[in-house]
């Protein structure tokens, strides 16, 4: 709401300024030198304002688009970036260098510079906001194969992949007991970096638990959706 009258106030003042550029002058706020400084220390506070939440804009989406530097930026977020993050950029450059150096709108003509470019930045933040994943940053992204039972029918189980793709992907083999509904998750030292490409269908299944002569001891095998088949891990149940 703060922002939308912002908005209104800066539409009002740029249209005063382009049908009658005296008009500002013959106000209130320009007969006194009292005025004058409220008007300007007002444009002032809504321009860095503009600024700070241009700034946070672009922050948010550099650091969600790529998991906080966990993953490269993808053709959709580049363009995204291309339209709004540079240009913003550029306003927010434009507008601290200005700032630093005293430069004050004094006129018309320069309010109307000033308006346009905090409506540009006000304008281009929420699209940045918008488009930001969280998954794989604040929220684990976890791609799963279909659910299984073990042959002892013990447990129900399926392997997690933790932000597939990421500098801090990692496994974990999910169980639930068919007995007492209890959850465990098992921490695996799968290599998942050496995943590239995994084609997720309705039903498939990435491991596969074999149960042993040896209460709680199982055997996990990756199938051959992953790139290293012939892996195998043992997996005490009793440990977790």
Known sequence: ??????????????IISLVDKD?????PYFK???????LLLLIRIIWIVAILINLSAVIWFVFGTTANFQRGIDLVSNVIFAYFGIPSIMLIASSIILLFK?????????????????????SLSPIL???VDTGGWLEEEVTTDSLQITSD?????????????????HARLYLKSTSTDEEIRIPLNIPVKEIVVLFVEENYHLSMLEATSEADIYILHPTSKLPFPDEVYKIDSARC
């Open 23 to 27: 008009a500002i002058l013959q106000s």
């Open 153 to 169: 029918n013990t447990y129900e189980y399926q392997l997690e992949l933790i932000n597939l793709f990421q500098k801090n992907s």
């Open 32 to 38: 006194n030198k009292k005025g004058v400084t409220s």
């Open 102 to 122: 005293g430069w004050i709108p004094s006129s018309p003509w320069r309010i109307v510079a000033v308006s346009i470019m905090i409506l540009c930045m006000l």
């Open 1 to 14: 709401m703060h922002l939308v009258a912002i908005e209104r106030f800066l539409y009002k003042l740029i």
């Open 129 to 131: 906001f918008k488009y």
